[in-house]
């Protein structure tokens, strides 16, 4: 293996080109290794194995039905409190009027996250699901972060089960991947203390996969974890992974400092720099050997440095995102959202087919040939 130049991944090459896991010690040399060239190599064999030149993308818009939430993030600048300037929290018919605003023909999925509203009923969120599905019948609903659904079954008293049962029945067919942050207690006690805990986040996403709704997951990174901190997150993931298969897709957010109490309380005024985002998502894509895709989240880490992710690992850019707000809020310097057209021209560009995708994967159509 003449291309490695740091002895120290020999071995650890040796069996992700023999398909075998890793741990979390060979994940750290991963994250320490100074050859670059060598992590990207494994990265692309890894995602090469699981989409071959395929890289997925899909025609989605996002919408938060409130930002009214009291459980303090502090990397959060997207909450407001009741009355605050700049809140928002439509009732049901407003929601749909905003979505049929900006609603465009051949869209497929809509991503809804929001604050955790602390009186809206479980009648609120079935009447928002089960609205847009029947006025917009082509948008399949992927719908709340494992957080909003713990939060939303201890406003109704009732499990998180049950309100996924319920969603479910009204028309949401996924869970995003947001709320998880980093799993470490020790972080979460610094960074969002009054959120839901790990065991809980992993268990709603359990329940889910368990009912046979699947879901994404994330990883905030980029503030005061360490990247031990970061590879038990993945591990636990990996595991719950091997446990139920229910998992798409693994998306690495970069943290944005702009207008959070994190990054006033860290002086910390910059995203991570490319090498750290393409880093963080070569060791995820070789650790995360059974997730089927890693997404380069152009929202946060800049549609440039998602068109060079094709290379590090990456077999998913998420999708046109018409209207992104949690990020942005934050300062994420990447536009609100990209065209159709933007997204197939990045992909095609890099050197890859650029396949259109709904909600849950289903490939839609090969833009390959696409003038
Ligand atoms: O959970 C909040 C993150 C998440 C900041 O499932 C921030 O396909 C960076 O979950 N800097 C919501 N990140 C977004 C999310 C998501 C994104 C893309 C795809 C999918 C998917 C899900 O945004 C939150 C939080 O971790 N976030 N503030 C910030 N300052």
Redo the contacts with the bound molecule.
């Keep these: 293996m003449r291309w490695i130049r740091d002895p120290a991944l020999v071995p650890i090459a040796e069996k992700v080109l023999a398909g075998e896991r890793i741990g979390r010690e060979e994940g750290l040399v991963l994250y320490q290794t100074p050859d670059l060239p060598a992590l990207m190599r494994l990265a692309h064999e890894v995602r090469t194995r699981k989409a071959g030149d395929k890289v997925y993308f899909v025609h989605s818009l996002r919408f938060s039905q409130t930002n009214i939430c009291y459980v303090g993030c502090k990397?959060?600048?997207?909450a407001r409190r009741f009355g605050e300037e700049g809140a928002w929290d439509y009732e049901v018919e407003e929601a749909l009027d905003w979505i049929a605003e900006r609603y465009q023909p051949g869209m497929t999925e809509i991503?809804i996250?929001a604050g955790h509203h602390p009186k809206r009923p479980l009648s609120y969120y079935l009447d928002l699901v089960s609205g847009i599905k029947r006025r917009f019948p082509d948008l399949q609903v992927k719908a709340f972060?494992a957080a909003e659904i713990a939060h939303i079954a201890k406003v109704a008293k009732t499990t998180p089960a049950e309100v996924l049962k319920a969603l479910n029945e009204a028309g949401l067919v996924m869970l995003?991947?947001?709320?998880?942050?980093i799993f470490s207690e020790r972080v979460r006690k610094i960074i969002a203390p009054a959120k839901i805990r790990a065991e809980v986040w992993l268990d709603v996403h359990r329940t889910a996969h368990e009912l046979g709704i699947p879901s994404?997951a994330?990883m905030?990174y980029g503030h005061v974890e360490t990247l031990e901190e970061r590879l038990d997150h993945m591990d636990r993931l990996r595991r719950l992974q091997d446990e139920t298969g229910g998992f798409m897709?693994f998306?690495p957010?970069?943290?944005?400092p702009d207008g959070?109490p994190l990054a006033r309380e860290l002086g910390k005024t910059e995203a991570p720099d490319a090498i750290e985002d393409l880093r963080n998502l070569a060791v995820a894509r070789i650790f995360l050997d059974n997730f089927p895709h890693v997404?380069g989240?152009w929202a946060?880490i800049t549609p440039e440095i998602a068109q060079v992710s094709l290379d590090w690992g990456v077999s998913d850019i998420?999708g046109t995102l018409v209207e992104e707000k949690?990020?942005h809020m934050?300062g994420a310097r990447a536009p609100e959202g990209l065209s159709k057209a933007a997204l197939v021209d990045l992909i095609r560009r890099a050197g890859y087919r650029a396949i259109e995708r709904d909600a849950l994967y289903h490939e839609l159509r090969d833009h390959s040939e696409a003038a």
């Design positions: 990397f959060c600048a997207f991503h996250a972060t995003p991947g947001g709320g998880a942050e994404n994330t905030l897709s998306i957010l970069a943290f944005q959070n997404k989240y946060t998420d949690i990020v934050a």
